[in-house]
């Protein structure tokens, strides 16, 4: 089967770098691109005009949100009622166990998937807060997630997350990490029959990886095996770590630092990706990255994963992205929060990187675009994924420029950054098979589906008194930004 795909502009790849492609095409057989350019003549069986759009490659997402209420009900609390956002002594000592069926967690796999694919995502790397877990995420759940992935089309790195001890706080209001040895290696055994599944159902979109959780919640013992069990079945391992003043916190009081607990447990010396990267000098209370760290870092060939959008909603900013590059570590990107709108996460990145350079020219559009592809697929060690040329992978994405409300066309990439968002995906192909079509994803409900996430999110919401320490009511732990009133009165 041989299709051919035209728009106004194409992001092609000349082997070196992107390159706009006016009146562009490309030309897909079965799962590969067998031309990117002009003026196509070969025969085809299918033609696709999709005229006013910009043809990219799909975007990579290694930090992929693949739950429903992080961020929007976590990432402006008060301090006198963020503690409630994570377990208390008494939940974790007594209390814990599973807010959702194993049926509601598949609703709201899908749901995220789904999300990912309409913001133009095609291969991504999922997180999920395992906060409603009465641990953390089971075989089960991520053969069912997989299952999930591949009816809607994208390209997965998946495995479920595992880890030795969870955030929690006590009585006397301190945070502090409670383990539960046993748990993590429960864990690293559901990672390991997950990479034998990946492995024996040979589908080019479920790929197993080691998924541990923050650096602080594993032992040295489970970090160990993890990265031993990497080395043996030469898969990638993502470690959330150098991402915070708690993570620093808690190990300094065992005399150590993340980039130590990394280098002694052989993770280094695996092909390790980690999220977020704005706490990289556990001295500097400026976050300022030195350059004897990130040449260590670069030297391991550690991928860094910016997830710009978050990092600012909390109130943060990597320092920097241009010194990361210039120091030769490796970039892609992440969403880790909802909408999962890498677009919208370079056009706030790069307004960051302006912000911490001092410098008008800082984080230009052309490196974060890299990062959101090429710097992926380096990450994944995939030289077929993240460009459009003859040999690659057919992934890739159309955006519409064809809104009024988008103005005037500039640069077409530029146009899309400043002044629209990823929710422009009118299109996309996975392997070669079309995943979003006229803006939507042919043979699902998504009205039916966003009833059932709503419902559930209700639930989610519910679940944080119970584990409160102080079980204050949901309504007092998230209220609305105004009161809420029966009746509406004006003022005389």
Known sequence: MRTKYSADYVLGYDGSGHTLIPRGQIVVEDDIIVHVGQDYSGNVDESVELEQ????????DLDALTDIDHLILDSWAAPDVADAHIWSQEYFDGGRHDVCTPGERQTLREFALVQLALHGITTYMPIASEIHSSWAETYDELVGMSETSRRIGLRGYLGPAYRSGVHVVTAEGERRVAFAEDKGLEGLDDALRFLDYARDLADPLVNGVLLPCRIETMTEDLLARTAALATERNVPVRLHSLQGELEVKLLAEAGDTPIEVLRRTGLLNCDLLVPHGVMIDATDPGHHAPEGALTLLAEH???????????????????????????????ALGTDSFPPDLIRGIDVGMHLARLVEGRADAGSLNDYFDAATLGGATALKRPDLGRLTPGAQADFVAFSLGDFRDGVIEDPLRTLVLNGT????????????????????????????RSRAQGIFTKLRTAYSERDAQHRDADVLFPPPYPVSGTATVAS
């Open 53 to 60: 759009s910009l043809l990219t490659p799909g975007l990579i």
């Open 301 to 331: 060939g550690v991928s860094i994963i910016h997830c710009p959008l978050t990092t600012f909603r909390y109130g943060k900013a990597l320092n920097s992205f241009d010194r990361f590059r210039a120091a030769g570590i490796n970039l």
């Open 422 to 449: 990823a929710r422009q995906v009118t299109h996309s192909v996975v392997a070669g098979r079309p995943v979003i079509v006229d803006s939507t994803l042919p043979g699902l409900d998504l009205d039916a589906l």
